[in-house]
C-alpha cells in the first residue's frame, strides 16, 4: 500500500522561508506524477506545484517565482522549497502521487502557518 508522508511544516513569519518534504512508501517504480496541494481555511484545495516526470514543473500563480518543486535523491521523495511565505500561503498542505497505474494517493497534510 503506498502512503505518502508530510514533513516540514510549522510556523514561520511573513518573508521567512520553509522546506516541506515528501517520503513515498510502498511503491517500487518511480512514481510518475508528484504534486503539492493546499487547502487555506474556508477554501478549496489546490495544486499549488507539480512535477511530472520528463516536464517541466508546473506552479499556481500565486507562488510562481516564490516557491520550487523538485524530487529528492531518494527514489520517490519530494521537495516544496517555500521562501517570501505570505499569510496567504497559510494552509494545510497535501503531498500527491500518481504513479502512472491509475491510481492516486494522498498525505495526511501538514500545516503552514504564516504569522507574526
Known amino acids: 500500500q503506498v502512503q505518502l508522508l508530510e514533513s516540514g511544516g510549522g510556523l514561520v513569519p511573513p518573508g521567512g522561508s520553509l522546506r516541506l518534504s515528501c517520503a513515498a512508501s510502498?511503491?517500487?517504480?518511480?512514481?510518475?506524477?508528484m504534486a503539492w496541494y493546499r487547502q487555506a481555511p474556508g477554501k478549496l484545495r489546490e495544486l499549488v506545484a507539480a512535477d511530472i516526470s520528463g516536464r517541466s514543473p508546473n506552479y499556481a500563480d500565486s507562488v510562481k517565482s516564490r516557491f520550487t518543486i523538485s524530487r529528492g535523491k531518494a527514489k520517490n521523495t519530494m521537495h516544496l522549497e517555500m521562501n517570501s511565505l505570505q499569510a496567504e500561503d497559510t494552509a494545510i498542505y497535501y503531498c500527491y502521487a500518481a504513479p502512472g497505474d491509475g491510481m492516486e494517493h494522498w498525505g495526511k497534510g501538514i500545516l503552514v502557518t504564516v504569522s507574526s
Open positions: 510502498g511503491i517500487i517504480f518511480t512514481i510518475n506524477t
